[in-house]
């Protein structure tokens, strides 16, 4: 029985409410999958003893650099001498005063902290100061005073990002450590040789976002995890370890491989093990490849196979995972050992049927994101990844596509554990030495993901598509090359907007169409051997709550925005859906993001693209996805019945439904009984009159579902709904809140937009605030936030502390009604963090 089913007749508050219970009933999925999230989760766990992997995040110095004077860049790049002796570079270095700077923890997106602009040229990037002509908040220096023991001497001690945003510079102890120049890739250095044991040390990162790699918003900063992670000299190679399943009837053969590496002056002779545990940590296989000779220096190679009996098969509903622990084994002793998470499953594409999972034809129902959310930025909490994957999935989404990037580690994982599908994406497509080593390291790290059915290795590359057609196949062969030496399990494919009949698309394993109806039909006559999918569709565009598109305001209605190259959820779904050759399609986009700002620009910041909006607060378009992707009935109801002032005129009506008729009353009057025909929508036109809409759904000439739009007074007091009433005492996990406006009979008012401020006590801190809104230029750090229709949102995050921590909201201001204040307690409680370096404390 559905959720409208068990409560009734929803009032227009409840219905329109749906942000909080969406956001409660995505994340029990997410729990009732994995138990304790984020603690729980693949990217937290532990190192394996004798590795260990410290995380770095905590207790980092930021101020902001210079891209112009020196002067106010730390005197870096005064003269022409900073790289003339190692060692030399004094804000390394002890005694250096930062007492000015400010304390932060990582992940950190100091873009969003920044103010917007009206700059056109900053539109794509949304209205930010970053760039060369924005010195001043275009530079930032991250400092960090940390101890490295005695006994560690002897061990490899490397550093390792995630990623950080973008051109970065590596000082430690005053030596220059390296380099890295792309946003997403990982990178790390080898800091052995620089560290003083038994001491203090100091670690610098000068991170410059002058330049970008994208067309959208990409924040700017360490944003991403970092790690410390401390080896024997003999140790696994970096993400070489790889699990090959292929499924055979009812068991499943294990082709194991990785490399070893000798980071010492002496030879080695080692081996290696395998141990296959399920989900229960039960050990259901073993594999050993023996002992061989390493050179000084060098690595080597080791093969071994285990087979699975009765596997439990990664899918969409039932995502279960194993786990490989990889050993290194030398003269009875343990030098090494990681656990590399993978699943079970078989991945098929087809010409002429689609896609198979398992065996079983499978439309992909996915959609395109990138990386960004309310509040935060790119900085994103561990846990409001996992939060983005549950709402997705409540909408019937099956897959999503990591648009244009390498994915961030906690977004893969929890996609793998929750049953997303994923097409991988790099960002740079060329095959030189930078790009190639980008796609090489998405494959390495991700290639036992069994989300990844797809590597994708460029996205809308129209000069390789046309005019470079020749260039473009030639770059597109090397990297597909490269895709199958890694990993020969998964096809290749690219995100084309063309015809795909040159250049690049010569080279791909499977053919995906950006837009374009008119393309597919006449691709698959003419080729009738290759599997074709939509790489990139839809392009509807919408606002949360608005229902007459009005350009002064830079709003578009919810029935039927789409660009001039796109199509509606209905229009693209109906041809993918229809024709058995078309594997399925990601819709661009299931979130809104920053930047990009489409339809509209200035005074808009954001995309209008998204399913739901930069909260994760649905959009309408979500229930048409929710009633033809999910496999529950589904009504929805729209739009609200607030038109003070429009008594009398025509309001449009529709309902998005997967049952076999519905019913349209106005104040108990019927407005008729309609079919609503296979993968579309029903309406009508209603005269508004003050009061209730009521929308009855039935089955097989039953009622079964009913939903109502009530006519609400003011604003009068505020809600406070918490998506986990209990976080993690860590540090780092969160809680998202959404904050609603309700009349006097507890309803929610639809058109609020009153401004609420916000207070905290306890061991937590507000560090986001967002309300969906695409033209809303408030902060996105401080403690307020004004409504936009109906709702905003506030992500709390523990301290490291446990305890009760307390939020109030209250009317910010005194300017409109009065609001009744609303309280609500999120309890913090006690857990073993992730193992990370100590924070040295002044003194």
């Given at each position: 029985m559905s959720e409208i089913t068990r409560r009734g007749l929803l009032s227009s508050g409840a219905a329109l409410a749906a942000s909080s219970l969406l956001s409660r009933s995505a994340w029990a999925r997410a729990s009732a999958l994995m138990g304790d999230v984020p603690a729980g989760s693949a990217a937290a766990l532990p190192a394996i003893a004798p590795r260990e992997r410290l995380l770095f995040d905590f207790g980092w110095k930021f101020t902001f650099g210079n891209g112009d004077d020196p002067a106010k860049d730390l005197g870096f790049g005064y003269g022409q001498s900073d790289f003339a002796k190692t060692g030399d570079f004094k804000f390394a270095k002890a005694g250096y005063?930062?007492?000015?700077?400010?304390?932060?923890?990582?992940?950190?997106?100091?873009?969003?902290?920044?103010?917007?602009?009206?700059?056109?040229?900053?539109?794509?990037?949304?209205?930010?100061?970053?760039?060369?002509?924005?010195?001043?908040?275009?530079?930032?220096?991250?400092?960090?005073?940390?101890?490295?023991?005695?006994?560690?001497?002897?061990?490899?001690?490397?550093?390792?990002?995630?990623?950080?945003f973008r051109d970065v510079l590596l000082f430690v102890n005053g030596c220059f450590i390296g380099r890295n120049d792309n946003g997403y890739a990982p990178f790390r250095f080898d800091l052995t040789d620089?560290?003083?044991?038994?001491?203090?040390?100091?670690?610098?990162?000068?991170?410059?976002?002058?330049?970008?790699?994208?067309?959208?918003?990409?924040?700017?900063?360490?944003?991403?995890?970092?790690?410390?992670?401390?080896?024997?000299?003999?140790?696994?190679?970096?993400?070489?370890?790889?699990?090959?399943?292929?499924?055979?009837?009812?068991?499943?053969?294990?082709?194991?491989?990785?490399?070893?590496?000798?980071?010492?002056?002496?030879?080695?002779?080692?081996?290696?093990?395998?141990?296959?545990?399920?989900?229960?940590?039960?050990?259901?296989?073993?594999?050993?490849a023996p002992a061989r000779d390493i050179a000084a220096d060098g690595s080597a190679a080791y093969l071994a196979s285990a087979r699975l009996s009765r596997p439990a098969l990664w899918s969409v509903d039932e995502p279960h995972l194993y786990n490989a622990v990889v050993s290194v084994q030398s003269g009875g002793k343990t030098l090494d050992a990681e656990r590399v998470a993978f699943g079970v499953r078989t991945a098929r594409f087809t010409p002429d049927q689609g896609f198979f999972l398992n065996g079983r034809q499978l439309k992909i129902q996915g959609t395109c994101n990138h990386q960004d959310h309310a509040g935060v930025g790119a900085a994103v909490p561990d846990a409001v990844?996992?939060?983005?994957?549950?709402?997705?999935?409540?909408?019937?989404?099956?897959?999503?596509?990591?648009?244009?990037?390498?994915?961030?580690?906690?977004?893969?994982?929890?996609?793998?554990?929750?049953?997303?599908?994923?097409?991988?994406?790099?960002?740079?497509?060329?095959?030189?030495?930078?790009?190639?080593?980008?796609?090489?390291?998405?494959?390495?790290?991700?290639?036992?993901?069994?989300?990844?059915?797809?590597?994708?290795?460029?996205?809308?590359?129209?000069?390789?598509?046309?005019?470079?057609?020749?260039?473009?196949r030639r770059i597109a062969e090397d990297m597909v090359r490269r895709c199958h030496e890694l990993d020969p399990t998964r096809v290749v494919s690219a995100a084309v907007n063309g015809s795909n009949e040159k250049g690049l698309s010569d080279a791909l394993d499977i053919i995906g169409f950006n837009y374009g109806l008119n393309r597919p039909?006449?691709?698959?006559?003419?080729?009738?051997?290759?599997?074709?999918?939509?790489?990139?569709?839809?392009?509807?565009?919408?606002?949360?709550?608005?229902?007459?598109?009005?350009?002064?305001?830079?709003?578009?209605?919810?029935?039927?925005?789409?660009?001039?190259?796109?199509?509606?959820?209905?229009?693209?779904?109906?041809?993918?859906?229809?024709?058995?050759?078309?594997?399925?399609?990601?819709?661009?986009?299931?979130?809104?993001?920053?930047?990009?700002?489409?339809?509209?620009?200035?005074?808009?910041?954001?995309?209008?693209?998204?399913?739901?909006?930069?909260?994760?607060?649905?959009?309408?378009?979500?229930?048409?996805?929710?009633?033809?992707?999910?496999?529950?009935?589904?009504?929805?109801?729209?739009?609200?019945?607030?038109?003070?002032?429009?008594?009398?005129?025509?309001?449009?009506?529709?309902?998005?439904?997967?049952?076999?008729?519905?019913?349209?009353?106005?104040?108990?009057?019927?407005?008729?009984?309609?079919?609503?025909?296979?993968?579309?929508?029903?309406?009508?036109?209603?005269?508004?009159?003050?009061?209730?809409?009521?929308?009855?759904?039935?089955?097989?000439?039953?009622?079964?579902?009913s939903q109502k739009r009530e006519t609400t007074g003011d604003s009068a007091q505020i809600r406070l709904t918490a998506d986990r009433a209990a976080i993690n005492a860590d540090g780092q996990d969160v809680s998202l809140l959404t904050v609603e406006a309700l009349d006097k009979q507890g309803r929610l008012v639809p058109v609020a937009d009153n401004k609420i401020a916000f207070r905290i006590t306890g061991p937590g801190r507000i560090i986001g605030v967002g309300n969906g809104n695409p033209n809303c230029q408030e902060s996105d750090k401080a403690p307020r936030r004004s409504l936009f229709n109906g709702l905003a949102q506030v992500i709390v995050q523990s301290s490291g502390f446990p305890g009760v921590i307390q939020v109030e909201a209250s009317k910010d201001g005194w300017e409109g009604p009065e609001l009744m204040p609303a309280r609500i307690a999120i309890t913090a409680k006690r857990v073993r963090p992730r193992p990370s370096v100590p924070v040295v404390r002044p003194g």
């Amino acid at each position: 029985m559905s959720e409208i089913t068990r409560r009734g007749l929803l009032s227009s508050g409840a219905a329109l409410a749906a942000s909080s219970l969406l956001s409660r009933s995505a994340w029990a999925r997410a729990s009732a999958l994995m138990g304790d999230v984020p603690a729980g989760s693949a990217a937290a766990l532990p190192a394996i003893a004798p590795r260990e992997r410290l995380l770095f995040d905590f207790g980092w110095k930021f101020t902001f650099g210079n891209g112009d004077d020196p002067a106010k860049d730390l005197g870096f790049g005064y003269g022409q001498s900073d790289f003339a002796k190692t060692g030399d570079f004094k804000f390394a270095k002890a005694g250096y005063d930062v007492s000015r700077w400010r304390s932060l923890d990582l992940p950190h997106d100091w873009a969003v902290e920044l103010p917007f602009v009206d700059d056109p040229e900053q539109a794509s990037h949304g209205f930010k100061p970053l760039g060369r002509r924005y010195p001043e908040t275009s530079v930032g220096w991250y400092r960090r005073e940390f101890e490295i023991p005695a006994g560690d001497r002897g061990r490899r001690i490397w550093v390792e990002f995630d990623g950080a945003f973008r051109d970065v510079l590596l000082f430690v102890n005053g030596c220059f450590i390296g380099r890295n120049d792309n946003g997403y890739a990982p990178f790390r250095f080898d800091l052995t040789d620089f560290l003083a044991y038994g001491a203090k040390n100091y670690i610098v990162a000068r991170v410059d976002a002058s330049f970008g790699d994208g067309w959208f918003y990409e924040g700017a900063g360490i944003y991403r995890h970092v790690w410390l992670t401390k080896y024997d000299p003999v140790h696994l190679g970096q993400w070489e370890s790889y699990v090959r399943a292929e499924v055979d009837g009812d068991s499943a053969t294990l082709s194991l491989g990785t490399i070893v590496e000798n980071q010492s002056g002496q030879p080695a002779q080692a081996g290696v093990t395998w141990k296959i545990q399920d989900a229960q940590g039960n050990t259901v296989a073993t594999a050993g490849a023996p002992a061989r000779d390493i050179a000084a220096d060098g690595s080597a190679a080791y093969l071994a196979s285990a087979r699975l009996s009765r596997p439990a098969l990664w899918s969409v509903d039932e995502p279960h995972l194993y786990n490989a622990v990889v050993s290194v084994q030398s003269g009875g002793k343990t030098l090494d050992a990681e656990r590399v998470a993978f699943g079970v499953r078989t991945a098929r594409f087809t010409p002429d049927q689609g896609f198979f999972l398992n065996g079983r034809q499978l439309k992909i129902q996915g959609t395109c994101n990138h990386q960004d959310h309310a509040g935060v930025g790119a900085a994103v909490p561990d846990a409001v990844q996992w939060y983005r994957a549950a709402v997705l999935k409540q909408m019937g989404c099956n897959a999503v596509r990591t648009s244009h990037n390498m994915p961030t580690p906690e977004w893969v994982d929890a996609c793998e554990r929750m049953g997303l599908m994923m097409m991988c994406e790099t960002r740079q497509m060329s095959s030189n030495p930078e790009g190639m080593e980008q796609l090489s390291l998405m494959v390495r790290r991700y290639r036992n993901s069994p989300s990844i059915i797809i590597w994708s290795i460029g996205n809308e590359e129209w000069l390789l598509q046309d005019a470079m057609a020749e260039q473009g196949r030639r770059i597109a062969e090397d990297m597909v090359r490269r895709c199958h030496e890694l990993d020969p399990t998964r096809v290749v494919s690219a995100a084309v907007n063309g015809s795909n009949e040159k250049g690049l698309s010569d080279a791909l394993d499977i053919i995906g169409f950006n837009y374009g109806l008119n393309r597919p039909d006449k691709y698959h006559r003419e080729h009738p051997r290759r599997p074709i999918y939509g790489s990139e569709t839809s392009s509807a565009v919408s606002t949360r709550g608005v229902y007459f598109t009005d350009p002064l305001r830079n709003t578009v209605n919810s029935y039927n925005g789409v660009v001039p190259w796109g199509e509606t959820p209905q229009q693209w779904w109906t041809f993918y859906d229809t024709r058995a050759w078309l594997a399925g399609g990601f819709a661009w986009t299931g979130f809104d993001y920053r930047g990009e700002p489409t339809p509209y620009g200035w005074p808009s910041i954001n995309s209008q693209f998204g399913i739901v909006d930069m909260c994760g607060f649905p959009k309408d378009y979500f229930y048409y996805y929710r009633a033809w992707w999910g496999k529950q009935p589904s009504l929805h109801l729209f739009p609200h019945w607030n038109w003070e002032g429009r008594e009398g005129d025509e309001i449009p009506v529709w309902v998005y439904s997967n049952l076999d008729e519905v019913e349209l009353f106005v104040n108990g009057r019927s407005l008729g009984r309609q079919k609503v025909p296979h993968l579309g929508h029903v309406e009508w036109k209603a005269r508004y009159e003050p009061g209730f809409l009521e929308a009855r759904g039935y089955q097989a000439g039953r009622l079964a579902l009913s939903q109502k739009r009530e006519t609400t007074g003011d604003s009068a007091q505020i809600r406070l709904t918490a998506d986990r009433a209990a976080i993690n005492a860590d540090g780092q996990d969160v809680s998202l809140l959404t904050v609603e406006a309700l009349d006097k009979q507890g309803r929610l008012v639809p058109v609020a937009d009153n401004k609420i401020a916000f207070r905290i006590t306890g061991p937590g801190r507000i560090i986001g605030v967002g309300n969906g809104n695409p033209n809303c230029q408030e902060s996105d750090k401080a403690p307020r936030r004004s409504l936009f229709n109906g709702l905003a949102q506030v992500i709390v995050q523990s301290s490291g502390f446990p305890g009760v921590i307390q939020v109030e909201a209250s009317k910010d201001g005194w300017e409109g009604p009065e609001l009744m204040p609303a309280r609500i307690a999120i309890t913090a409680k006690r857990v073993r963090p992730r193992p990370s370096v100590p924070v040295v404390r002044p003194g």
